[in-house]
């Protein structure tokens, strides 16, 4: 089962035009509780090849979301931008299998 059937939802979107940003809602608590031991940072590192450093994560309990916030890999608007809202990153996420 990938990570998108796991949760309610996966949204990725700008966060200014420098950064990106991922929100997985998850249904409750438990489902929360046991994504956020088996989603480790390093796979989203690897996923949009980037530098583990480089990347914020946010465990929101009190919401039951996991958020990531990394460097767009173009500034928005850039002729090499391939995504200019965003959006597109939340289906490699949705893909994800976890052990």
Known sequence: MNLGQEVRKIRS???GPFWLTIDIFCHDKSNFQNIKKRLNTHVIA???QIDV???LRFDIEALNVIKFSFPRPHIQGNANDTDM???SYATLVE???LD
């Open 95 to 97: 893909e994800l299998l």
């Open 46 to 48: 690897q996923l949009f």
């Open 53 to 55: 450093l480089q990347i």
């Open 13 to 15: 979107k700008n966060a």
């Open 85 to 87: 809202h965003g959006a």
